[in-house]
């Protein structure tokens, strides 16, 4: 079980659990396009994405995006059903965001 949140709730999730890990699942390309600050690549789409998330803390809080919001849930699905106790997926994803992006 995962949480779906807005990104208005995604913003101060980060805000105030400075330790959560931000997971960006969309392609390399779009995430040097423009990504959240501090965030993880993890391309859902690349065959290697269940070899890569094995390799995470499951014990720490995951806030998970993509571009819209479809990829980032299917990851939390997937996460929530590997043992990952704590992921939320922000619903509209980065198109939805008005905060700090970085570019690079």
Same mark, same amino acid.
Request: aromatic letters at 8%.
């Given at each position: 079980?995962?949480?779906?949140?807005?990104?208005? #709730?995604?913003?101060?999730? %980060?805000?105030?659990?400075?330790?959560? %890990?931000?997971?960006? #699942?969309?392609?390399?390309?779009?995430?040097?396009?423009?990504?959240?600050?501090?965030?993880?690549?993890?391309?859902?789409?690349?065959?290697?994405?269940?070899?890569? %998330?094995? &390799?995470?803390? &499951?014990?720490?809080?995951?806030? #998970?995006?993509?571009?819209?919001?479809?990829?980032?849930?299917?990851?939390?699905?997937?996460?929530?059903?590997? $043992?990952?106790? &704590?992921?939320?997926?922000?619903?509209? $994803?980065?198109?939805?965001?008005? $905060?700090?992006? #970085?570019? $690079?």
């Amino acid at each position: 079980m995962f949480d779906n949140i807005n990104a208005a #709730v995604f913003e101060r999730e %980060i805000e105030g659990n400075p330790d959560a %890990i931000l997971l960006d #699942v969309r392609t390399p390309d779009e995430f040097n396009s423009g990504h959240l600050p501090k965030a993880l690549n993890v391309d859902i789409n690349d065959p290697s994405f269940m070899e890569e %998330i094995e &390799k995470l803390d &499951k014990s720490k809080q995951y806030l #998970v995006y993509c571009r819209s919001g479809a990829r980032s849930y299917n990851a939390c699905n997937i996460m929530s059903n590997n $043992g990952f106790g &704590k992921v939320a997926n922000m619903m509209g $994803g980065i198109i939805s965001w008005r $905060g700090e992006v #970085v570019v $690079g």
